[in-house]
């Protein structure tokens, strides 16, 4: 009995991800490249011309990741957009450190970096919540979401970027701005969606007037970030930010048009089955999020909660038809708006059913089974 009341959130992230990464290991055969999902066309480094074709078969996400981590330098070759991928340097670069540059142990780095990041962020987000008088243990819809939870077993950047948000938004609620502010940049160096963060943040100091804060956030994570654009814009011919990586296609002007161009430019029967789940989980939470935090902000008195919710919510409405077909390349994506309706939703209804409702986002861990079933 004593251990149950003593249980918390992250214990029990650190469990569920322990057992699925096991599953996953021993259905691999005990191959730990199973974790970044070499696809064979990548792997022989041709990818640079653009001769490999987008597809399961030739891998997913981590594998990028792994090429870097495996040859900092010279991995453009091996990417299907060099600098879309690079511009997400800092797993590769912990990868290889952790993995002391031998190729064999970057997937066990990667493991271990995501894996921190997930259950140290989930620990947080628990301080957080209790700071505002709610449950630690909505934390669980953040920790146990499949876009961080599987992205851990994929190597891919989310679980480091979103962890790292999530301390800086600790950082800055304990006043400690200039960690924060490089909390926020390493994060935007892990993945380029967490600077809807901090875009948010600027935002919100210079609604309440606070001009240092609002300039040192926008120039400790700002400057850095676009230098970085600057050298692979000079090494690789091109700046990095964009909406994906081969066969992608550009965000979008009119609302959700990503969602309708399943119907439009694939097929009634797909529109249908990609809207059963995006409405839900997507459409109706950032509709939702919008008029909640604009209201909040147009009232004067919103806090940085509100603008996290409004940045994460916007965002959705731009989402490109390139990531809504694919299932767990909006599930990805949606993380953001997760974490900022879970915040929120603590901040203004602590006592509603706002939080209730964020848990129905884990029935899209269904996607687990069929990743077990595939691996």
Known sequence: MSVIKSARPWMVILLLNVVYLG????????????FVTVGDCYSSCTGFTGSCPAGTENGYDGQYAFYIARDP???????????????????PMLGWALSFGNEAFIPLAFILV???ALVGSTALLERLLTALKVSRWHALVYGGFVGVFMSVRLSTTEPLAYGLVILAIWLGMQGRGWLEALAYLAAGLAKEMAFLFVGAAVLYHLARREWGQAARLALVTGVPFALWQLFLKAWLGE???????????????????????????GSFAAFLVIAGYTIPSVVLPALWGLWQSGRDILRGS????????????????????STYREPLGIIRFLVGLVLSVLLF???????????????VWLALNVYLLADFSAS
Request: aromatic share 14%.
């Open 23 to 34: 599953a996953v290991l021993a259905r691999a055969g005990g191959d730990w490249m199973t």
């Open 239 to 265: 700046f990095g930010i964009g909406s994906g990586g081969a066969g992608n296609s550009p965000f979008e002007i009119i609302p959700f048009m990503g969602l309708i161009r399943t119907w439009t430019e």
């Open 345 to 359: 939703g603590a901040l203004r209804f602590p006592r509603g059913r706002v939080l209730m409702t964020t848990w």
């Open 302 to 321: 919103a806090h940085r909660y509100s603008f996290f919710l409004l940045a994460n919510a916007a965002v959705m409405l731009t989402v490109p038809f």
């Open 73 to 91: 330098g010279g991995a453009a070759p091996c990417q299907d957009v060099p600098a879309y991928r690079y511009q997400r340097i800092l797993l």
């Open 114 to 116: 995501n894996l921190v």
